[in-house]
């Protein structure tokens, strides 16, 4: 312990000029970002210049500190000072490790925080949000820096690997993503591909540390990425198909609610008008089948719909993938293969069909009454605009917004000052996600249909989660070329 | 020296690079409280059986001990007891030698810096990448005798380092040798130097062993070395004319005119020295031996390799 | 300060030559009887030998006579020990006749030989009290 502790120290008193240029970067960004929020700097140029080559070199400064940091005492070769003297392995990469949380992540944090805190919200409320966006970043970004400077000995070389890395991820990516049509995404895809690259490679790096061999540490770190590729290509585009249809069924248990039906109408043929959009992709053709989903209460709204089916015909069976539903106008958007279509010959076939959703239900409501600035539930803050008219309600969240929101007021047709006809307006939020770039905050404006005057109280409706269900339908003899979108 | 284990053994002990060998199977033994040179050309595969010593390379095949421990289990710790001094090894450029000294002491819980600095004349608040090679040099040699290690491997220090600077370091050494003979006349500390230019060393190696293209030649006492090497100069009688004949292979480099024939003997300590030169030189008038210096016996022994190499292919 | 040098020679013992070196100083008064002797690190260091071979000189320099213990000051230079009769007739005789035989083959005359004595002896002359020391 005293070792790392002075190693640390002696880590900090090297590079004490990268910290106070990576601090004024912080302090920086700390006080431009917050005047970006600002309308009136909407038209500021050099504001957002500003940002976005803050944005660019922040991470910059990142590679650069963890490079020096790691390559002080490089594990890279037989020359280094280091290793005819007494250091102790879990000594070096525990100073290292101390290193990167006190010196890059928790000014990092404290940048953050003091965002936050310029809108008005506690930060300490965000914390669990702050903690999870950290942790990605820790495995996506510092972990994957640490990693590789543990086997390079030059930021040159650190930078060149990166290079590689970053165009292996695009190309692979991008090459895996081959299948047309959209996909469903696995159910618990972010936390598999945490897990697994956050344990392998930290294991990997304690590996190099303990042993010095840079050959296995290099051939194990780009064997992680080869398979990681493969496990993407399983699990988000759902290549694997027969455990993949079995988990999902397994994660969205059969529906026990008799209410909630699917009903195919064999009389009706929706608008087969493709409109703006397409009638094929490559090898798939698209159809839209004349099925409702039934029973379903008004105030219960449905996340993550997804549908698979199965089309017998004779000689020829085929397993859809799971793909996210489109359910509007009470029919179904598919894709079929084209071969499906020719083993039919035109005649009818068997299909059944399965949907999986997640319900949504309301929870408690909470009135605020609106002000030139108010606070919200779920860590937001929103923000009168001046203009007094039309959309003039901005809200800004701290780091995400978790849970899809419905939002209900009375809102002026015309101006506050001189009020006309009120009517009650209804806004629901999707949730989002944290933003990929130095701001923690999500700004989310208000689409009400009118003014929001000061002193209105304003409902704010979360949605929680309530249980995953899946639907079966099964339609013995339907004829798919009626249904083919032109 | 005492009869305790040695500070430095190794079996069968070799190293390969891809196809090519760089040492070949070797027996060494380092005893305690030796000065051992290691002598042999550049790239005779010196600093790679000394980093198999100190586990910086893992042998193909054998293996060594360092101090009674297998050298494939030093740890960090083990470190606390042997010093390691190298032209090629890198320094924390960016610190000051002061600096550098304050640095190490938590490391070593033996540390006594004393006046090792100002006997070294070195300056405390340079930076070390300002200094010249000699001092940095005398840089990592201070880092090292600080903490009076029991065993210090030195890898070619006094390459490209001027007259002066060797002397210093040279008498650092030795001051630390008496140092330690202060403290315990039965000898407890070990040096090993390696080096192609012993001139310096000479006069205080105990032990000196030959590397050459990987193979360890011999490896003994430099008593024992410099007592049985002799250069030997045969006056002939040049009225006669001498039979062709097969040197034994205790003879080096034989050179010969009408009326001198010259060689080194490599076993000169044998009863029957002149016997045996005058059975094979009989019309010898004169038979002159005289003693070789470790460059010469050096010099004379890489010649001999050479030819060896060259007429096997 | 060390009153001799030492130009190291191939062949002969370190330790050999040093007390030789030493002993040609202490009779040439380089070195005064009751003077300290230099300790085992000074030797070492200034002649670059192992102390383990400065230690040898010492003891055979001590064994020799030529130096000897004083207790609370170390090793001292000795009065020069009257010699023993072995001594005198071994150096006065089979000595002195290798130097003969080895002159008379070198066809060297006794003048010459003489002279040769003469001047090694006046050179290796302890100088009068309050000289070059």
Known sequence: MIQSLHILRKDIRHLWLDLSMYAALLIAAAIAIPKSWDPANLSNTPLHILITLLNVLIPIVWLLLVARVVHDESLVGDTQFWITRPYAWTSLLSAKLLFLMLCLILPFAIMQCAMVLQTGTNPLHALPAQMMRLLKIAIIVWLTFTAVASVTSTIQRMFMAMVAVVLFWAGALTLVSGAPGPRMAFPFASEVFGIYLGVLVLATLVFQFATRNTLASRVALMAIAVVFVELFACLVEGQIQAPFNAFVRRNYPLSTDASLRLAFDPTSIPSQDAGQGEHRISALVIARLPIALQGLAPTTHLNDQNVSFTIDAPGYHYTAPWRPADLEDNSLKIFIPQKALDAAHGASVHMHLSEVARRMFPGTPQTILAADSFHIPENGVCHLLPALSGDNVSCRYAYELKSRTMISAAVASGTCIKPEIFHSSLETLAARPPSTELDPTVEIPLHLGGAVCPGTPITFTPFHPGGNFRLELDIPSISLDRYLVR | ?313 | MLPFRLTFRPGVPISDQVVYAATRAIVAGQLQPGEPFPSVRTLSRDLKINPNTAHKVITQLLNDGLLESRPGIGTVVAQLPRSTATQRTDLLGPQIEELVVEAKRLSIDLDDITAAITRHWKRLTTPPAGGSK
């Open chain 2, 1 to 313: 020296m005492t009869t305790a284990m040695p500070a430095i053994e190794t079996h069968g002990l070799s190293k390969t690079f891809g196809h090519t060998e760089a040492l070949a199977p070797l027996d060494l033994s380092v005893p305690r409280g030796a000065v051992f040179a290691l002598v042999g050309h550049n790239g005779a595969g010196k600093t790679t059986l000394i980093k198999l010593m100190l586990n910086i390379l893992r042998p193909t095949h054998g293996g060594a001990t360092i101090l009674g421990r297998p050298t494939t289990t030093l740890t960090g710790k083990s470190f606390t007891h042997i010093g390691y001094v190298s032209e090629n090894q890198e320094l924390p450029d960016w610190m000051t030698v002061q600096a550098m000294m304050d640095y190490l002491r938590p490391f070593y819980p033996t540390w006594d810096e004393a006046h090792l600095l100002s006997d070294l004349d070195l300056p405390p608040d340079r930076k070390l990448k300002q200094l010249s090679r000699g001092m940095r040099m005398k840089a990592a040699l201070a880092s090292v005798l600080a903490f009076r290690p029991p065993l210090i491997i030195m890898d070619e220090p006094f390459s490209g380092l001027d007259p002066l600077v060797r002397d210093e370091l040279i008498k650092a050494l030795l001051d630390r040798m008496s140092d330690e003979y202060e403290d315990d006349p039965n000898g407890g500390l070990t040096i090993l130097i390696s080096s192609h230019d012993l001139a310096e060393v000479e006069s205080f190696a105990t032990h000196v062993a030959f590397l050459h293209q990987g193979k360890l030649l011999f490896a003994e006492s430099l008593a024992t070395l410099t007592a049985r090497f002799r250069e030997v100069i045969v006056t002939l009688d040049p009225a006669m004319t001498t039979s062709a004949f097969t040197p034994p292979i205790t003879w080096l480099l034989p050179e010969s005119t009408a009326s001198v024939y010259r060689f080194i003997h490599t076993n000169a300590e044998l009863d029957n020295f002149e016997q045996q030169v005058r059975a094979l030189l009989p019309h010898a008038t004169e038979i002159r031996s005289e003693p070789m210096t470790l460059r010469t016996i050096f010099l004379a022994l890489a010649k001999s390799s050479q030819a060896q190499d060259r007429s096997r292919a």
